[in-house]
């Protein structure tokens, strides 16, 4: 099957034909263009709405019903009461925080019976659009061609700051200039952001994870990956901190929902905010990628994940604690094997190698083009190579080191060292050191040192091979002798230890209290130097800001400036393409419809599950597979209630919207707009769309809004919460 994408006549086959020339439902359009560029063809694909009826700065609109859920989900309103519907997955870990063993919500499930039931959630927000403009010309208006791109980028944050103050002054909007098509465009984003969000009710873990780590990325797929929350405000429908006297929010919008039939073929579109995608890279960068930066990442964290999944399995507080952290470490784990194998499977480097010989062709067939871009793919293959190794140290350093708890434990401390070295009032002392020794106790609350050992067995290791010129002479000579010895010792000085770090702590003040004049206190060593840990853990830090960070930054802002070209370049190239900008967690519009697809030879997969396949796959003895007794006493009795289509309860779908991370949560809506499913997944032989889009592949996965009212109806008894809902039979 790879080879049919890249197009060759050789491998055309009659399936082949098919897929290769379905239409392309690539793209995250923003909805401020839906009008210019999309409305025609959404139309013609089935939409009965108008682009104006998506995204409208004059009336209600769609866009109004749609919400960024705490800050990296999206989520949409089903009820005039701010009833806010997104991912189990998205909701869990405020799930988790409301639980205990005993009463445990991750296990049982939640579901507030009235409105007093509903558990705020500190930190938690929910923001909506109020409106965005295209400003480039205003943010570029003091930008000029012989600028170096550090006076570029100051010239567009001074602009930036400018608009984005006017925009909202005197109101309670929040205002965002974000960059588009690599720097070449800007927008602005008006957005109103609601701080009082409760939860309302979640189904238990083996529904609203059903298949957890086994089936993510995976279709065909039967997870209930949905949770409800409520948007509160204050008595004049505004924002405002959590309050008992808060009231449920009014919303200008909420979605209709539809219980009508769904058939493969129609029209589908998702809306919400997508966080990352790197469709124009190169082809360098795109090796880079398959070949250096995936793998490593996926080596670590299979290692870290291993030794999680053991603590959790012996320890069921253990288990309750590192749920929603293990889930996403393993989440991008995932993902970023399916990635590299989709990468090579479509050919992607050899395709944008094509890509770039025929841009090189094209830019040496004219003289004009020849001046801007001859040396454009020579200057981006050049900086890629020298950007590898610096690369690879931000990974290491990102996900080997800071990821260790000990390694945030120790840097905790580096203000009250660096306070120390340069001297400081008696006040100010005390007060630093009583967070300090806050900190420390909260630390240790949840602090699991064997785990933190076993990960940072294998993690340093890959941090020392990578700078072994962190460790002194002596030390490399301890840790070449036995280097599990060496880095057990890292943990066992007194910084390591609760009681001693806050008897440090206070003895310290004492003592440098008694040896200096009487109201600054200071200290050559700062604190904490003694200790091998810190002094390990500094020696690291240093080592990264000085030899690995500048130089990654230096040459990331060379790659930024020339990507920026290269993109300005592909669209006067490639003129025949309409052209969406990459993911940058912005509101966008993919359209496509209900669709199945056929991954390998012979395999053909239907868009549709049921709650039949949800028992196929019961096993009472695999934690990922459990079925509630509740669900199999209602499937046994087929007590679907109105949510059955024949004889069964739909469970999930795929479609071809063009999606990704952060679409998680996101209203899937039919042609009239009617909500019909909520996203929360990709398929594995899509996930590689992030970089190389491949209509013949790419599906978003969705649970089935009639599972999701069968459970809240059927299985959890909270009828009341359906009754809010504008439902169309
Ligand atoms: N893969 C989905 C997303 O990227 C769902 C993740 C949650 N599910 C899980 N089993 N970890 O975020
Ligand atoms: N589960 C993802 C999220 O949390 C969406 C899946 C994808 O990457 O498409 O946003």
Known sequence: MAKIFSLRPLFLCVLCLKLTFAVADEGMWVPLFLAKYNETDMQSKGLKLSAEDIYSVNHTSLKDAVVQFGGGCS??????????????????????????????????????????????????????????????????????????????????????????????????????????????????????????????????????????????????????????????????????????????????????????????????????????????????????????????????REKRLAVMEKAMDADPQVKLNLTSKYASIKNYYKKFIGESIGLKKVDAVQRKQELEKRFTEWVNADANRKVKYVNLLTELEKTYAEFAPYNKGVVLYNEAFTTLDFVTYVNSFTKLSDLLKKGVKREVLSAEVERQAKYIRSFFKNYNRSIDLDCANHQIKAIIDFMPEVLTEKQRKKYKKNNDEYISTLFSGDLLDSLKSVANLNALIEREGKKNIPDTIKSENGFGANDLAFQFVTSVNENFKENIYPNYVKLDIKLDSLNRIYTQALREFQTDKLFYPDANSTMRLSYGKVEGYAPNDSVVYTPFTTIDGVIAKENPNDKEFVVPAKLKELYEKKDYGEYAVNGTIPVCFIASNHSTGGNSGAPVLNAQGQLIGTNFDRNWEGTAADVMYDPAMARNISVDIRYTLFIIDKFAGAKHLIDEMTIIK
């Open 75 to 300: 989520g949409e309103m089903i009820s005039a009461e701010g009833l806010l519907l997104t991912n189990y997955h998205c909701g869990r870990s405020r799930v988790q925080s409301h639980s205990t063993l005993e009463n445990n919500f991750i296990e049982n499930g939640y579901w507030s019976m009235n409105r007093g039931e509903e558990l705020s959630n500190p930190g938690l927000t929910a923001t909506f659009l109020v409106l965005m403009e295209d400003v480039t010309s205003e943010v570029l208006k003091n930008v000029s061609s012989g600028m170096t791109e550090v006076e570029r980028f100051l010239a567009i944050e001074k602009a930036s700051k400018a608009i984005e103050r006017k925009m909202v002054e005197g109101t309670h909007y929040e205002a965002k200039v974000k960059e588009f098509f690599g720097g070449n465009e800007y927008y602005i984003f008006i957005t109103e952001t609601f701080k009082d969000v409760r939860l309302v009710g979640a189904p238990p873990y083996s529904i609203g994870n059903f298949g957890a780590d086994t089936d993510n990325w995976m279709w065909p797929r039967h997870t209930g990956d949905f949770a409800l929350f409520r948007i509160y405000s204050d008595s004049l429908n505004k924002p405002a901190e959590y309050s008992p006297d808060n009231v449920p929010y009014k919303p200008k919008k909420h979605f209709e929902i539809s219980m009508k039939e769904l058939k493969e073929g129609d029209f589908t579109m998702v809306f919400g905010f997508p966080g990352r995608t790197q469709e124009y890279l190169t082809s360098f960068a795109v090796k880079q990628l398959v070949e250096d930066e995936d793998p490593l990442k996926i080596s670590i």
